[in-house]
């Protein structure tokens, strides 16, 4: 089946501790991206991906970071997470159009993060 | 600058009446316009797409519509049910966005039975 998985969906940690969102997909995408979700303010892009070790920012990039290092993994990593980084995280994949971006977007289960 | 706006915010509608909900969008280069369906604790999905060289695309109870000139583009739900109640979201996408979906804040949308 394909899809995009995230895990875990839910984590509640503490402030400065550490934290990796993994999430990969199954559908040999080029392009990869972090959502968060926060009432009110719809989707927001953290960081996006078009390729293997092709990685920038997107919207909302403070305090976090992601690698690509193979074609179906993004993980998304909070070096210090802080309590405003507490949202809904989204991973995404889709295929890439080198002239414009026109396809759709694919969505992981979702990560709920609390951090006190 | 980047920036779609979406209204209305909440929309309430009795079973069977039509719901629309409307997306303006600022790059006049903006090519590609999905909408996804978010039901409560789940991910989006998306729901229709249309793209910039047509100006209406329909799949049964759905519809989007799209105006070049004025920059908006607009989903249509006939026959509403209660199962369409959800978020839904808007996008749009283009050269000068810079190779991102840039979304709407999102319309919560009541079905009432």
């Known amino acids: 089946e394909a899809q995009v998985t995230q895990n875990p969906r839910y984590l509640i940690t503490v402030t400065g501790k550490k934290l990796t969102v993994t999430c990969s997909q199954n559908?040999?995408?080029?392009?990869m991206s972090w959502y968060r979700q926060d009432p009110g303010l719809g989707l927001r892009q953290i960081y996006y991906?078009?390729?293997?070790?092709?990685?920038d920012k997107g919207d909302v990039p403070e305090g976090y970071k992601v690698s690509r290092k193979e074609k179906r993994n993004f993980p998304l990593i909070l070096e210090s997470p802080s309590p405003n980084q507490t949202s809904l995280y989204f991973c995404a994949s889709s295929l890439w159009d080198s002239l414009s971006y026109n396809s759709p977007l694919h969505f992981g289960n979702g990560t709920r993060l609390t951090v006190t | 600058g980047e920036n779609v706006e979406q209204h209305p915010s909440t929309l309430s509608v009795q079973e069977g009446d039509s719901a629309v909900i409307k997306c303006t969008y600022s790059?006049?280069?903006?090519?590609?316009f999905p909408w996804y369906k978010q039901e409560l604790g789940k991910r989006p999905q998306l729901i229709i797409d249309i793209r910039s060289n047509v100006g209406e695309k329909k799949d049964q109870r759905i519809a989007v519509t799209l105006n070049k000139t004025a920059k908006h583009f607009s989903l249509h739900i006939t026959e509403t049910q209660p199962e369409d109640s959800a978020v839904y979201f808007c996008?749009?996408?283009?050269?000068?966005?810079?190779?991102?979906?840039?979304f709407g804040a999102g319309t919560i949308l009541r079905v009432k039975s």
């Open positions: 996008a749009a996408t283009g050269m000068e966005y810079g190779n991102k979906l840039v």
């Open positions: 559908m040999n995408h080029e392009y």
């Open positions: 991906s078009m390729n293997v070790e092709v990685t």
């Open positions: 790059d006049s280069a903006s090519n590609y």
